[in-house]
């Protein structure tokens, strides 16, 4: 079998041609001007999933996230987030860059942290400290192996943040791997969280793509700094389209991912050169290779099988399931898992 099955990220799915379809078909106008009617109902759309007010569509989750961080906090105030949350890992520093804030890093459990250890870590009013000014939630978490938070977890936390005057902001690259785990419905989400950020390029496999969801008069503002950061774009609504088809059609079968991922794992449980395999939760698997075992070596000799994974961490790799898996791949996967000789 010769087709390349890529394990890497959820990120590397391409548009199916039913998207593509969708893409050729779109209006488009100029989104400066705020006239591309695919981009504006994309974002209509994204929001009333969630309930919230307005939407602002953007190249990456990156810019989406750092754009509410930059929003929320002031120089001199300070971010309270898990020390694995991409906001603080994946961004290059960015919180820094672009806000100049500091981030103030929790020890949680695969990425979640609990209202209590938020509720420690908000600053007394002291002239030494930066004033907290935001909680950042990633849900799922991409380096906690796709764990999540529940709503009622969710709840208790924006309880903290409200009884302390608190913004709180989502990292909602993988929320609806989490919505669709928990069986909750997006438009709670409006209750807990001031911004919200959505990847449609993860799991929902769209080529290119986030959405920012906050308050309309917070969204006017973010669109103003998305251009300030080179972000303002034309006629944007061919990738918008391949967004709303990815909102309108991709959401309930994550859960073929998560079965998926579950099959791995479950494979790499019995495998003798695996220690550890994080629970699976959603469509992510983390695994540790025994300590003999070079994870080159093994990175290598998946590739000889047209498998493609990466390390994340000493000894540990990463497999992410995707739309564009199939069966057949998922027994190929599991034949070279245990067919590896340590
Ligand atoms: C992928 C990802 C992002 C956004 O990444 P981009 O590559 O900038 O789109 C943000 N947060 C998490 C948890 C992610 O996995």
Same mark, same amino acid.
């Given at each position: 079998m010769n087709t390349l099955i890529d394990l890497r990220s959820d990120t590397v799915t391409k548009p199916s041609p039913a998207m593509l379809e969708a893409m050729f078909q779109a209006p488009v106008g100029d989104d400066v001007y705020s006239e591309d009617p695919?981009?504006?109902e994309l974002q209509e759309?994204?929001?009333s999933l969630f309930g919230m007010e307005a939407g602002l569509f953007c190249p990456s989750g990156t810019m989406t996230n750092q754009i509410a961080i930059k929003m929320h906090t002031q120089p001199l105030t300070e971010v309270i987030c898990d020390r694995t949350s991409h906001i603080y890992l994946y961004e290059v520093g960015g919180i820094a860059f672009n806000s100049a804030a500091s981030v103030k890093l929790i020890e949680g459990v695969r990425g979640r942290m609990s209202p209590e250890q938020i509720e420690a870590a908000i600053n007394p009013d002291n002239i030494h400290y930066p004033v907290t000014s935001l909680v950042s939630l990633e849900n799922t978490s991409n380096k906690g192996g796709g764990s999540y938070y529940t709503g009622a977890e969710i709840a208790a936390i924006s309880e903290v943040c409200r009884r302390n005057n608190l913004p709180l902001h989502l990292d909602g690259a993988r929320v609806f791997n989490a919505l669709v785990a928990t069986g909750e419905k997006p438009q709670d989400y409006s209750r807990y969280f001031n911004t919200i950020s959505v990847c449609l390029s993860k799991g929902l496999g769209a080529p290119v793509g986030s959405l920012l969801?906050?308050?309309?008069?917070?969204i006017e503002q973010a669109k103003r700094v998305r251009k300030a950061l080179g972000g303002g774009w034309r006629q944007a609504g061919?990738?918008? #389209? $391949?967004?709303?088809y990815a909102l309108q059609n991709n959401i309930q079968r994550l859960q073929i991912d998560h079965d998926r991922a579950k099959q791995l794992?479950?494979?790499l449980? #019995? $495998?003798p050169y695996v220690t550890e395999v994080l629970s699976v939760e959603t469509n992510i698997v983390i695994f540790t290779l025994a300590p003999e075992i070079n994870p080159d070596g093994f990175i290598n000799y998946l590739e000889t099988q047209n498998i493609l994974a990466t390390t994340f961490g000493p000894q540990q790799i990463r497999f992410v399931t995707h739309l564009d898996l199939t069966d057949e791949m998922i027994s190929a996967i599991i034949h070279a898992i245990s067919d590896f000789k340590a």
């Open positions: 695919t981009v504006n759309y994204g929001a969801l906050g308050p309309k008069r917070m061919f990738l918008a #389209a $391949a967004g709303l794992g479950k494979a449980e #019995a $495998a």
